[in-house]
């Protein structure tokens, strides 16, 4: 199993940035995919999930309105995208399989995580 992200950098508040996850190793249509963020100094933090059709999704309260978690089955792809970024967005970005057992609202196991973006929001 292999989950790349990709996409992160460094921009200013009120800025865009839309993020990739290329999945590999499994059937990716048949997992709920989530998004997962851990800022410096913090525990993890779940962002957002999206059912295997992509037309359920969940997002955290800080994120509704900003950030469009989607996906393309046919390119076992994963995205996230990401506007009106605020400081407070600054974190490490993780992609993660999301087992069947865990809580579309919760944060899934480490294990199932890929390595990470960093997106920095500063000016």
């Known amino acids: 199993v292999q989950l790349v992200e990709s996409g992160g950098g460094m921009v200013q508040p009120g800025g865009s940035l839309r993020l990739s996850c290329a999945a590999s190793?499994?059937?990716?249509?048949?997992?709920?995919m989530s998004w997962v963020r851990q800022a410096p100094g913090k525990g993890p933090e779940w962002v957002s999930t999206i059912n295997t059709g992509g037309y359920h999704t969940y997002y955290t309260d800080s994120v509704k309105g900003r950030f469009t978690i989607s996906r393309d089955n046919a390119k076992n792809t994963l995205y996230l995208q990401m506007n009106s970024l605020k400081p407070e967005d600054t974190a490490l970005y993780y992609c993660?399989?999301?087992?069947?057992?865990?809580?579309?609202?919760?944060?899934?196991?480490?294990?199932?995580w890929g390595q990470g973006t960093q997106v920095t929001v500063s000016s």
């Open positions: 993660a399989r999301l087992p069947s057992w865990v809580v579309p609202t919760t944060t899934p196991p480490r294990d199932y």
């Open positions: 190793g499994f059937t990716f249509s048949s997992y709920y």
